[in-house]
């Protein structure tokens, strides 16, 4: 998309062509939208250590050194904000786990690329998942955050139908309750937004390997 100079077309001033390129005002949607951004990043931040209801958009203007009616300009409030991150999270990783559904491969291994991808968003969505772990119930009772239930339960069906698949060929032991597991899993996985810091013993992926290797052979001898 071609960008035009706020002062194109106005007698007395040079074009691009004129010598010297077109300067961008301090107003423009691409300025804008970098402020936008910035502002998100550092809401998420301030969710992910203070959690969502006990963060004030003041908290957050004072993060980004600007006063508090300046923050409206960019938001209506802090749900638009948590709504953008959750909103974003959930694109993302149901973007990603259909991915590895439509690859078609066995079961045990679909479960295990869905479990690798549910651990490598502990690092990028930490504010998300954390807001989740904490605030769940607080915004699934808003029109606004209907998404959210609805996503769950099209993430929830991929796994369930996974593993179900893994039971009819005989990958998976038939007495265990697929919704259960799935559930069980997710807690796990969640949870350890907590304790997970990047730049520990292990990463995120090596995290992922760690639990397969005892959700799949457990920690007996065998």
């Known amino acids: 998309m071609t960008t035009t100079s706020a002062n194109s077309g106005r007698p007395g001033t040079r074009g691009a062509g004129e010598g010297g390129g077109r300067r961008r005002g301090k107003g423009t949607p691409a300025l804008a939208s970098e402020r936008r951004e910035h502002l998100v990043k550092l809401a998420a931040e301030l969710f992910a250590e203070k959690g969502f209801q006990a963060t004030t958009v003041r908290n957050i203007a004072e993060e980004a050194g600007i ?5 409206y300009h960019h938001f209506d409030s802090k749900e638009s904000i948590v709504d953008e991150i959750l909103a974003g999270f959930f694109n993302e990783i149901m973007a990603a786990y259909q991915g590895v559904i439509d690859e078609g491969k ?3 291994d679909t479960i295990a690329d869905l479990v690798r991808i549910a651990f490598g968003t502990l690092e990028p969505h930490r504010a998300a998942i954390t807001v989740m772990q904490n605030d ?13 239930s609805k996503s769950e339960d099209e993430v ?8 179900k698949a893994g039971q009819a060929g005989g ?3 038939d007495d265990i309750d697929p919704k259960l ?6 807690d796990t996985v969640w949870v350890a937004v907590r304790w997970f810091r990047p730049g520990g013993r292990l990463n995120a992926q ?10 799949f052979d457990g920690i007996n001898t065998h």
């Open 156 to 163: 929830e069906k991929m796994w369930v139908d996974t593993i």
């Open 206 to 215: 090596g995290l992922a390997d760690h639990y397969l290797k005892v959700m």
């Open 171 to 173: 990958l998976f032991r």
């Open 136 to 148: 769940w119930n607080y915004l699934k009772g808003m029109d606004r955050f209907a998404y959210l």
């Open 106 to 108: 066995n079961p045990r």
């Open 181 to 186: 597991t799935y559930r069980m899993i997710r």
């Open 67 to 71: 006063l508090s009616g300046s923050l």
